[in-house]
């Protein structure tokens, strides 16, 4: 019997390792700014920035420049999206001490969000992305199946590596698994992302206020 399997609805995920000494100055620089006191808060289960701006406000160039060629490379070469303008909207810096991990969530009011990773070890906690309906989660009893692949399987985990770049559309949930080791502090950089123009004028739904 001859048949297809087509993967009919698949999720793009933009991976990316910068080389090490690209931008060492600047991550050095986010290190010792969150050793200092009152610039990080409680998140959930891990610890993030008090700002929310932090490519801009805490002057990082170097990794300014390279998120958002990686973001014009995957919305224009790979998504082929049609807009004026993508460009990061707000950004900030995840901690992960030993022990903490970071709840299932996704990214809205966000076209893209991504995450670079500025200091990790082994065990420090993976990223996982979750499978937006898995089928077999309501059914009951649950389906299980021999061997997980790209058509069953419902999360997907990657151990982070330094320097890393993970670029997703922001629906798509995710989650960080516990950081198991004794003495390493996880450390990455979150963004969001918007485009402009918003809406159409074809369709009564442009928002000029939006380009500026």
């Not at 019997?1 to 600047?26: G, H, S, W």
């Not at 050095?28 to 932090?54: C, M, P, R, T, Y």
């Not at 919305?75 to 299932?104: C, F, M, R």
């Not at 074809?202 to 500026?212: D, G, Q």
Request: charged share 25%; glycine share 4%; proline share 5%.
């Amino acid at each position: 019997m001859k048949f297809n399997v087509r993967n009919l609805f698949p999720i793009p995920l933009f991976e990316l390792i910068f080389d090490e000494d690209l931008f060492k100055d600047e991550v050095d620089l986010i290190i010792s700014k969150i050793q200092e006191d009152g610039v990080l808060h409680v998140n959930e289960k891990n610890l993030a920035s008090d700002d929310s701006f932090v490519l801009d406000e805490w002057n990082l160039p170097k990794i300014k420049q390279c998120i958002e060629s990686s973001l014009k490379h995957f919305a224009d070469d790979v998504l082929q999206y049609e807009y004026e303008k993508l460009y990061i909207t707000q950004s900030w810096v995840n901690v992960n001490p030993p022990g903490s991990s970071h709840h299932y969530h996704k990214h809205p009011n966000s076209i893209l969000s991504g995450i670079l990773y500025l200091n990790t070890g082994d065990e420090c906690g993976d990223i996982v992305f979750h499978q937006p309906e898995g089928y077999s989660r309501d059914l009951k009893p649950k389906i299980k199946f021999d061997e997980n692949n790209m058509l069953t399987w419902e999360t997907v985990k990657f151990a982070p590596k330094n320097n890393q770049l993970f670029i997703f559309p922001s629906n798509l949930y995710h989650s960080v698994s516990t950081n198991l080791t004794q003495e390493v502090d996880r450390v990455s950089l979150s963004f969001n992302t918007f485009i402009s123009p918003l809406g159409s004028k074809e369709y009564k739904t442009y928002a000029s206020m939006i380009n500026t």
